[in-house]
């Protein structure tokens, strides 16, 4: 089935843990970005990624950053928490040309206290 | 600043009905226009739009863009209970791959 799986999908930690939110698709798609959610701004960019070891800074990446070591895999590492960084992230990917349709991972719900 | 606006905010209907939800952009580069439906989950893909004039359709749902006046509608016909949900209006920019979301249009259809 093809899928974007992200973990944890749930995670409770304190200010100043370091922490990776994993996400992984089996599509072989090229493109990746991580987003987050927060009440009534809709969904920001993060980072994205165009392929293996090319990635860019999004919208709001501060304290936040990426790798892209293999095309699979798109790893989210928070190195330093903060309260403000609580929100829901979604992991997605595409394929690119023709369609830019982005499949979305399920979500992981981080809380920073 | 490269910003999405989409309008209503939020809006309640009845089974039945038929509602326009609106977006409007300004971005530099524009690539494409896409439409996603978020219920308690994560976005689904309705649709992509990349030229102007051209109405996309699946079943009840409908899309145009006018890439002139910057802004795209989304239209849902004879609406049920099913179709509420956030939907969330993206445009895509020439850095590939760039999104900027807007803050969605939440729809409830009472039955």
């Known amino acids: 089935e093809a899928q974007v799986t992200q973990n944890p999908r749930y995670l409770i930690t304190v200010t100043g843990k370091k922490l990776t939110v994993t996400c992984s698709q089996n599509?072989?798609?090229?493109?990746m970005s991580w987003y987050r959610q927060d009440p009534g701004l809709g969904l920001r960019q993060i980072y994205y990624?165009?392929?293996?070891?090319?990635?860019d800074k999004g919208d709001v990446p501060e304290g936040y950053k990426v790798s892209r070591k293999e095309k699979r895999n798109f790893p989210l590492i928070l190195e330093s928490p903060s309260p403000n960084q609580t929100s829901l992230y979604f992991c997605?990917?595409?394929?690119?040309?023709?369609?830019?349709?982005?499949?979305f991972g399920p979500g992981t719900r981080l809380t920073v206290t | 600043e490269d910003k999405v606006v989409q309008s209503p905010l939020s809006l309640v209907v009845h089974e039945g009905d038929t509602v326009t939800l609106n977006c409007s952009y300004e971005?530099?580069?524009?690539?494409?226009l896409l439409w996603y439906k978020q219920e308690k989950k994560a976005p689904t893909f309705l649709f992509m739009l990349?030229?102007?004039?051209i109405e996309k359709k699946s079943g009840r749902l409908s899309s145009i863009l006018d890439k002139k006046e910057l802004f795209s509608i989304l239209n849902i016909t004879a609406t049920q209970t099913g179709d509420s949900a956030i939907y969330l209006c993206a445009v895509e920019v020439y850095n590939f791959n760039k999104f900027y979301f807007g803050s969605g249009t939440k729809l409830n259809v009472k039955p």
């Open positions: 990624s165009m392929n293996v070891e090319v990635t």
């Open positions: 971005v530099t580069n524009f690539r494409s």
């Open positions: 997605a990917s595409s394929s690119g040309s023709p369609s830019y349709e982005q499949y």
């Open positions: 599509m072989n798609h090229e493109y």
């Open positions: 990349t030229s102007s004039g």
